[in-house]
């Protein structure tokens, strides 16, 4: 069962995409739970030295004749930021696998990041950018908030332009404690101004992660010769592809994508590559553990 | 050759133009995808968007095909189908039999010129008459009855039709049935003939329109003769039964062959086709009730015409204004009864009054006779027939219209798949 990206494509719950899809995954990539003081009791723990007095159990003591310290589980103070980009582009659809377009994709692996968030008890918030505004749904931890984010996901459509740079640095106060950014983009403008606005972020001391999001076509060039093709965010007129024109194409795909790489590699962004016809489940895990990676 | 009935409808005929204007649109000759990557691709050259072009040519056809035929239906198109024809009276055949047949009898309602002369000669004989008027309003029912009492072999309808169509070269032409009112009949239906072919109407008689059609064919007319409508052997005693009048009489004993003399009279009139049969009570053909008698009739008597004296004390009668027509002083009234006469001076004593009477009855009681078309040859006034308004369009195209609209509900339907 959604074994095939056409197969999980075609499934329009969210909810059974993320059962399925983290059913491998555990509790995420690193433990988020980090015990100590605070409302929620986890367990009790042979007391050591150096506790706290206050932290004992006396009537446990009481009973037992031991000394028992009571765990809590600390909330975690890192907040998750999911950025969408869902501007005309990301409605690209994969020539292989019928009813998968860039978005569906995006959307799905952000939407797994956030069960995986509200698993681990962190604050998790969602950016979209379409139709030249941005749509925040502000952080917060718990499954409504969940249930929250998966509805604006699932409501989001591929529509118009980027909004504009003052727009976007403007709406950026919305991190201000250290969060991770964790941002899927086809990245086919940069610089651009969500490239700036995630450059900023950076230098705001955020995690950045980003994904850029591909289709297997794009990457090999494999569209039919003597269509016309126009782009659907920028009006400038009609291109073609012929036999020559291929390999020119791929060369400046990949230079792009190099400067993109080189431009996330000076500022410590981590950038994750992925083609939407390879499985979600893999991309996620590469993605995630390409963090891991550094945080190594 | 096609004709078409309601021409004004060509006008339509520049609506033909949208089907082409959109059939001729500018076209992108490439289609454009969306693609995200479009920006690496190499530009097309901008001159190659857009060109005119011809795009489904068949289905554009049929749209101009469809258009045409429905401004052809509403036009009232049509192909003449017919050449040269006879147009027969079935009043001839039936001459041939020996009784008259009710066809005839509806079919001539008119005399001709001759037969009025023989009729007022034979008139001569009787009252005392100067009148011709009077011998025509005589004539109006007595001539087809007398008529078409008795046919012989030599002169019946058949033969003589036969003969007519032979002369006038009409051998191997198609044979109608002669409509009822055949001229009117005609320009209604002239766009149904060819240009240039011929009709010929053989008939016993035709009635005299007010004015002869102008239509666009040449219609020879043949009339039989009415010496051969009236063979010789007829006596005035052979009279059909349809003839008889039915009339009661209620009178005072002394005044009874006075009233029988002037019926007798009537008997005699015109071509002395009419018979006046004199009942003691009125039954369910009577058409006269005469009340020369004193007191009241009973009232179950009914008649559409009394003649009563005038001391009948009838209410309506009170009311009546006294009317004077052609000499008889009347008093008219319409009563439950029946319309009444009321006059002091019938019986009529002499032969004058006599016919006074008899003519102002017919003239008031019976429609005016049609006067008889002579024989005549009208050649063909136009080349092609009148627009007629209320012909109805033809169904083999509406037919075409049909199909040539399945045909194109069905282009279509496949084009987008």
Partial sequence: MLETPALLAHAADLDLIIRHVLAGLGHGIHAGRERGAGVEFSEYRAYAPGDEWRRVDWKLLARADRYYVREAERDSHVAVWLWLDATASMAEPSRQVAGLDKLWY????????????????????LVVCTGGRTEFTPAARGPRQLQRVLAQLSRVSATGDMPDAASLKSSLHFARAPSLVFAASDFLDWPSPLSEALLRLRRMRHDVRLLALRTQAEVDGSFKIGTGYRDPEQGDGLHRLDAAGREAYRTALAAHFAGVATDCRRHDIQLYQACIEQPLSLALRGWLQLAGARAR | MMFSTQALWWLALPVLLLPVWWHRQKRQRIKAEPLATARFLPAAPPQQLRVWRWEEVILLVLRCLLLVALIAWLAGVFMPWRGDT??????LAASESATAGPALRRESNFVSRTQQRNLDSRLRGGPAIRNDSFGANLMASTVDAASAAAGSAENNGVAWAEQQIVS?????????PLPADV??????????????ARLLIVAAALPMPAEFPRLAHAVDIRLRPAAAMRPAGTTPGAVDTASTHHVALATTPERAPAWRALFSAFDAAGDCGQRYVLDEAPSAKTELIVWD?????PPSWRAPLWWVSSNFAAPELATAKQ??????ALRIADSARGRIWASSVWPSADADAARALYETWQALSRLPVRYPAPELSMPAWRTAPLAMPDAPPAAWLAYALLILFALERLLTHARRR
């Avoid at chain 1, 995006?106 to 918030?125: N, V, Y």
């Avoid at chain 2, 006038?168 to 109608?176: I, S």
């Avoid at chain 2, 001229?183 to 240039?196: C, D, K, N, S, V």
């Avoid at chain 2, 008698?293 to 009739?297: D, E």
Wanted: charged letters at 20%; hydrophobic letters at 50%.
């Fill in chain 1, 106 to 125: 995006a959307r799905t692996i952000l939407a797994c990041l956030a069960a995986i968030a509200q698993r681990q008890g962190d604050a998790f918030g």
């Fill in chain 2, 86 to 91: 006879i147009l027969v009276d079935p009043a």
């Fill in chain 2, 168 to 176: 006038a070269g009409f051998k191997d032409a198609q044979r109608l």
């Fill in chain 2, 183 to 196: 001229l009117p009949w005609l320009q209604a239906h002239e766009h149904e003939w060819r240009p240039g």
């Fill in chain 2, 293 to 297: 008698a004193p007191g009241m009739p």
């Fill in chain 2, 323 to 328: 009317v004077t027509i052609d000499g008889i």
